[in-house]
């Protein structure tokens, strides 16, 4: 019995290969509360695609390392996110204050992030891992809505090359 509730434990605590909504998929739109630079704005997704593709990253907290990591690397990357149109946006159930001190501490004010307090858009997305917090997922969305690439994985390393991979060769197909 004890080795069912173990193994049932881990089960629950294993990470799926990939994200629950999928490339082809309709990414479902949002409008949330963000922070850029220490500054406080309104993000809205469908917006961001009329500009060009967009990556919505989830992670589960700000200022923890794996999430520190993420928002760093996205940072770094983000002037090649720039040259191929995209857009970055950051979401967790942080709040916004916690979110202000991250955009300019972690991510360099180099991009957003956005506050998802009550959960609702981790919930639409198929993001939450337990207890309210998102599973570190990155999705890349066309400006038609639909999404070209999902990826989860707890560990941050792959997410800002897999998604820029995702844009490039999408961009690619688009000539």
């Not at 360099?108 to 998102?134: H, I, N, Q, R």
Request: glycine share 6%.
């Amino acid at each position: 019995m004890r080795l069912f509730v173990l193994a049932l434990a881990l089960a629950t605590v294993a990470l799926p290969a990939n994200a629950m909504l999928k490339a082809g998929d309709i990414a479902p739109d949002f409008t949330l509360q963000a922070a850029l630079d220490g500054k406080p704005f309104t993000f809205s997704l469908a917006e961001a695609r009329a500009k060009g593709p967009v990556v919505v990253y989830f992670y589960p907290k700000a200022f923890t390392q794996g999430c520190s990591i993420e928002a760093h690397d996205f940072a770094v990357a983000i002037d090649q996110f720039h040259a191929l149109g995209a857009t970055v946006i950051g979401v967790s159930h942080d709040n916004i204050d916690t979110l202000d001190k991250f955009s300019v501490a972690v991510c360099a004010s180099k991009f957003p992030v956005a506050a998802d307090a009550d959960g609702a858009v981790m919930t639409k997305w198929d993001t939450v891992l337990k207890e309210g917090y998102a599973n570190r997922t990155s999705y890349v969305i066309a400006p038609d809505g639909h999404i070209l690439y999902a990826f989860t994985d707890l560990n941050p390393d792959h997410h800002v090359e897999n998604t820029l991979k995702a844009i490039s060769d999408w961009k690619a197909a688009q000539k």
